[in-house]
T-cell receptor, first 110, second 112 residues
Framework: RKEVEQDPGPFNVPEGATVAFNCTYS??????FFWYRQDCRKEPKLLMS???SGNEDGRFTAQLNRASQYISLLIRDSKLSDSATYLC???????????FGSGTKLNVKP | NAGVTQTPKFRVLKTGQSMTLLCAQD?????MYWYRQDPGMGLRLIHY???????AKGEVPDGYNVSRLKKQNFLLGLESAAPSQTSVYFC???????????FGEGSRLTVL
């Protein structure tokens, strides 16, 4: 079983739409959670950390449900520039080993 | 790329050849990682290091060796390349201050 699972998509949405991604993780000992963004043929970059109480950064909202072991990312008012692959990342506290989902691809269309 | 440099960026090898990928950081971080990324598989941890002179196996270590002789550098070696090692390799460092992973630009390796 994979440590982190995501719907690969693609999610094809029009500009201005709201889109949500979910991610599930298998290890209940997971300590910290993140969303990374990866553009085509580029390296992943941190989008936002995910806190237990939920957190927001502009148009992006991340939430964590420890009981159900899933993480979500909500993007409001989608822009063309949001087109990318979004990676769910979980840190199991063991020498800071990070486990990555395979990513969810988002295409925002004009 | 927050000071993480990978070389080379591209390489084509024949089966059985050897090569070394170099990851260099200029930020004095202890933790360094080597990942490989394949279509549909996400990033998988090959080896990692928690400090100079230390290395440890990740999820997919077979066929790879690593060394961390200097704190700034983390080397990934392929002793006898196989087509299954065709992939994009990413080096990353972990910032204890911010809890963030910073990645290099990646190294695209093709084994024929």
């Amino acid at each position: 079983r994979k440590e982190v699972e995501q719907d690969p998509g693609p999610f094809n949405v029009p500009e201005g739409a709201t889109v949500a991604f979910n991610c599930t993780y298998s290890n209940s000992a997971s300590q910290s959670f993140f969303w990374y963004r990866q553009d085509c043929r580029k390296e992943p970059k941190l989008l936002m950390s995910v806190y237990s109480s939920g957190n927001e950064d502009g148009r992006f909202t991340a939430q964590l449900n420890r009981a159900s072991q899933y993480i979500s990312l909500l993007i409001r008012d989608s822009k063309l520039s949001d087109s990318a692959t979004y990676l769910c990342v979980v840190n199991v506290y063991n020498f800071n080993k990070f486990y990555f989902g395979s990513g969810t691809k988002l295409n925002v269309k004009p | 790329n927050a000071g993480v440099t990978q070389t080379p960026k591209f390489r084509v090898l024949k089966t059985g050849q050897s090569m070394t990928l170099l990851c260099a950081q200029d930020m004095n971080h202890e933790y360094m990682y080597w990942y490989r990324q394949d279509p549909g598989m996400g990033l998988r941890l090959i080896h990692y290091s928690v400090g100079e002179g230390t290395t440890a196996k990740g999820e997919v270590p077979d066929g790879y060796n690593v060394s961390r002789l200097k704190k700034q550098n983390f080397l990934l070696g392929l002793e006898s390349a196989a087509p299954s090692q065709t992939s994009v390799y990413f080096c990353a460092i972990y910032s204890l201050n911010t809890g963030e992973l910073f990645f290099g630009e990646g190294s695209r390796l093709t084994v024929l």
